[in-house]
């Protein structure tokens, strides 16, 4: 996944917020899906749109790794440049 793909509130209109960067969304994205799972484990009751949320960001969840990797390219190209 690329990205624009992740951050893409059409592909996932429950967590995506154009206002924040790709490691700012990331960021709060795993937040929210830890703090999801560990109300479903203390099984506190969730609505339907709670539910859908955190389906989302379990979908997230599984570009997090290549999501950081992007963002520690991009500082690296940003780096490189201000040489």
Not at 2 to 29: G, M
């Amino acid at each position: 996944m690329k990205p624009a793909d992740y951050l893409n509130p059409e592909k996932f209109p429950l967590t995506s917020r154009p206002q924040y960067s790709l490691q700012d969304q990331v960021q709060i994205d795993g937040f929210n899906l830890y703090t999801m799972l560990e109300g479903k484990a203390a099984k506190r009751p969730m609505t339907e749109k709670a539910l859908a949320l955190m389906a989302e960001l379990e979908e997230k969840a599984k570009y997090r790794d290549a999501m950081w990797k992007a963002i520690d390219e991009e500082d690296a190209a940003e780096k490189a440049q201000a040489k």
